[in-house]
């Protein structure tokens, strides 16, 4: 410790009480730990909208649900071009049929006109009526197959005009079953948001946990320091403590450096009248008195 050198003993024993309280009362205040707060970074969560939900949805059900409405679309084309075929098959039997019946009805005129000439008798009323009668006959065949012919065509074209029609609906035919497809992925999402949400707040809520006990460790720690801290400065410093520190050292320091300032006798005598020094001086005194007693011849 840094001192005045005395020049009075006013001076000296006010000295004497710095010296004393630096190195026997005074205690470094508790400094108070500055030790960092635990901060982690919570996961944020956002909840979908209904309507980011449903597209979401759509999107996922989209290559199914189109995968679905092609197939149905290349049935009913599927359909229609073997109907198609159907019909040029109906007209090419038409053909042959009315050729059929061309050439046998044809082999038979020739037959009764070859006869009737035979006979000499080609314009007879008998062979007319025989004619006509082939003719009648064979016209109304052609009128039947004809006539079945328009009705299986007619029956075609029906159905072909039906699958126009299915065509023409393809892209909305399975729009109820793709509506309960969606809701029902719908469900699914909001399900798995749901777990995403309590995740994520489990998550956070382990974070809080933890900053919770680092914030209660860093109080218990600073409140174990400081009850160790005040275990130490409860007890006083032994001598060895204080010779080591300096106390001894600088109260003689300061006793001799105004007590050489007398005579040595005025000193001798004024340190064995004091009662105050040997508080201060504590075993030192003796060796001061003697010192001092020595150097006035006592």
């Not at 046998?104 to 008998?126: C, F, M, P, R």
């Amino acid at each position: 410790m840094n001192f005045t050198t005395p020049t009075t003993k006013a001076e000296m024993l006010e000295t004497l009480k710095d010296i004393f309280y630096y190195y026997r009362i005074k205690r470094e205040s508790f400094e108070q730990l500055e030790l960092s707060e635990l901060s982690l970074s919570d996961l944020s969560y956002v909840s979908p909208t209904a309507l980011q939900t449903r597209n979401k949805a759509v999107t996922l059900l989209a290559p199914a649900q189109k995968t679905r409405v092609l197939k149905y679309k290349e049935g009913l084309t599927t359909e229609k071009s073997e109907l198609t075929e159907k019909l040029s098959s109906v007209s090419a039997e038409t053909q042959v049929l009315l050729e059929k019946i061309r050439v046998s009805y044809e082999e038979s005129l020739n037959t009764v006109q070859q006869e009737a000439v035979k006979k000499g008798v080609a314009h007879s009323s008998i062979v007319l009526d025989k004619i006509a009668a082939i003719t009648g006959e064979k016209n109304q065949k052609i009128l039947d197959v004809n006539t079945e012919s328009q009705q299986k065509i007619s029956d075609i074209n029906a159905k072909i005009a039906a699958i126009d029609d299915l065509l023409d609906d393809a892209d909305t035919y399975y729009s109820e079953i793709e509506e309960a497809e969606i809701q029902a992925k719908i469900v699914e999402l909001n399900e798995k948001e749901e777990e995403k949400r309590i995740e994520v707040f489990k998550y956070n809520n382990g974070l809080h946990e933890k900053e919770v006990k680092y914030l209660n460790s860093i109080t218990v720690k600073t409140a174990s320091l400081q009850l160790q801290y005040m275990d130490i400065v409860s007890d006083f410093y032994t001598k060895d403590e204080l010779v080591e520190m300096g106390y001894y050292t600088d109260a003689i320091s300061c006793v001799v450096s105004y007590y050489n300032t007398l005579s040595a006798y005025a000193a001798y005598t004024d340190i064995v009248a004091d009662r105050t020094l040997p508080i201060y001086l504590d075993d030192y005194y003796s060796n001061v008195v003697y010192m001092y007693r020595t150097k006035a011849g006592q």
